[in-house]
């Protein structure tokens, strides 16, 4: 075949650069003679390999820093551990202690055996291919009430087809319908404008990081222990991580105080503090705020001129009668503080609550508080992505508007949201008193979320052992423990933890008639592990 005139120019100007390169090396110019100009014009040419010893163009000494920086211990080592030890169970039953692996790292329900909820998908499968809505077998096959929602949702689709783009923000109907939940569930109003559409609550943290993070003298105040999306985002925007303490002592409380000690000793760093993060109900620490301290926080951040970013994609899952869910927007509102008084984001997910839709990755932030030309430039970014998954935004929208009384699902949907969450507040329940029976190891309760965040207190001789191993001393207990029962948690040190302390988190996920096993394998491993390293 002939070649393309393009290809016989690219052959001698290369051949030429090669010429050009060896003379120059051979035969440096004479300090009379002009330097031949083409060599630097066209530097850009040469391969970084030539410059050092590895054979690719691209190694981890030449990446984006910030990426080496970034972690995100849920899906860390321990976890590449287990699904190697899942894959050799497979390849070889009987080889190992245990004849399956339990994963208890991740907040990632339906995974573990979690139904989604009836209604939902109904309205989802209907969406998604709606010529079925005309047909009369759908009748006996979807509830009225999936049905007319379905209707509704196709209508306010472009091209009435869940494959279309939508708005940056997401289908303007869907946001109507969010932020009409927001209003219902808060008392006061809620803008339709105001909500970005998201794949997940993660990249609309990633949004606000990018947004606010300049350089690493920005910073970040966050909760240690923390959610390692924070420290992950802050790490890959270049901004720097500001911690503030939560008190194990008072049930994770967080305190005004400590927030204060923290800013003033970012400030006296030369670090510019521009954003709060607030985890409620806590991962991985289970805590739900009073509503009094939320008050104490939204004050904290008027007066100290910080965004206040609130996570608040737990706020089902709340299991103690005595506590109850109190959004910040609400909080802030109920204070007499508006649009103009103070930075609010908030964030919610499809992934968490009672309905664990992880893999349909819908989410949103209501932006609140920011000037008209800041609010441009969210959507810009938005609009860089075109949208989130339309899929995710339809669901976000149900989460927001589940049926109501009189809806022909309402009573299946409500069993099965009843069910799922009281079934979660039993399984915290167990893990939490078996946590307390072990030698060594303190727990607080599980107020809300889908973690508990045992501290351990491990003998010097293990964490001796550790050392020798190159190890943090909860990640070598942690392996030890995948390795003897086949259990995955996640070590403290990947969450944050005050310095000397030891801690894990476990989520409590697991269908309910595994809970006793990982109740016995558990005990069973840390009585032999004590014993071991006993001083």
Known sequence: ????????????????????????????????????????????????????????????????????????????????????????????????????????????????????ITFFREV???????????????????????IER???????????????????????????????????????????DDIFMTDGASPAVHNMMQLLLRSESDGILCPIPQYPLYSASIALHGGSLVPYYLNEATGWGLEIPELKRQL??????????????????????????????????????????????????????????????????????????????????????????????????????????????????????????????ISGQILASLVMSPPKVGDESYESFMAEKENILASLARRAKTLEEAFNKLEGVTCNKAEGAMYLFPQIRLPEKAIKAAGTANTAPDAFYCKRLLNATGVVVVPGSGFGQVPGTWHFRCTILPQEDKIPAIVSRLTEFHEKFMDEFRD
């Open 150 to 192: 379905a209707w509704q949702i196709v209508d306010q689709i472009p091209g009435r087809a869940t494959g279309a783009y939508s708005h940056s923000q997401g289908v303007k109907g869907l946001r109507d319908t969010i932020a009409a939940g927001i209003e219902e569930r808060d008392g006061f109003p809620a803008n339709s």
């Open 264 to 389: 003033e000793a970012a400030k006296s760093k030369g670090i510019n503090v521009r954003a709060l993060v607030v985890i409620n109900p806590g991962n991985p620490t289970g805590q739900v705020l009073a509503e009094e301290n939320q008050r104490d926080i939204v004050e904290f951040c008027k007066q100290e001129g910080l965004v206040l970013l609130a996570d608040e994609v737990y706020q089902e899952n709340v299991y103690v009668p005595e506590k109850k869910f109190h959004s910040f927007k609400k909080v802030s509102r109920s204070m007499g503080y508006g649009e103009n008084d103070i930075c609010l984001v908030s964030f919610q997910s499809v992934s968490k609550g009672y309905h664990g839709e992880c893999g349909k990755r819908g989410g949103y932030m209501e932006v609140t508080g920011f000037t008209p030309e800041v609010r441009e430039q969210i959507y810009k970014v938005a609009s860089v992505n075109l949208c989130s998954n």
């Open 1 to 116: 075949m002939r070649k393309s005139a393009a290809d016989r120019f690219r052959h001698l100007f290369n051949r030429s650069l090669l010429i050009l390169r060896h003379h120059h090396h051979h035969h440096p110019p004479s300090p009379s003679l002009t330097p031949i100009p083409s060599l630097s014009r066209f530097r850009f040419f040469s391969s970084t390999s030539m410059a050092s010893d590895s054979p690719f163009p691209v190694t981890a000494s030449n990446i984006n820093p910030k990426v080496l920086k970034c972690e995100y211990a849920v899906r860390g080592e321990i976890v590449t551990l287990a699904q190697n030890l899942q894959k050799d169970l497979q390849a070889n039953p009987g080889s190992h202690p245990f004849d399956e692996i339990i994963y208890c790292n991740i907040g990632n329900p339906q995974s573990l055996g979690q139904a989604p």
């Open 124 to 146: 989802l499968a209907l969406c998604d291919h709606p010529t079925i809505l005309d047909k009369s077998e759908t009748q006996g096959l979807f509830s009225a009430d999936s």
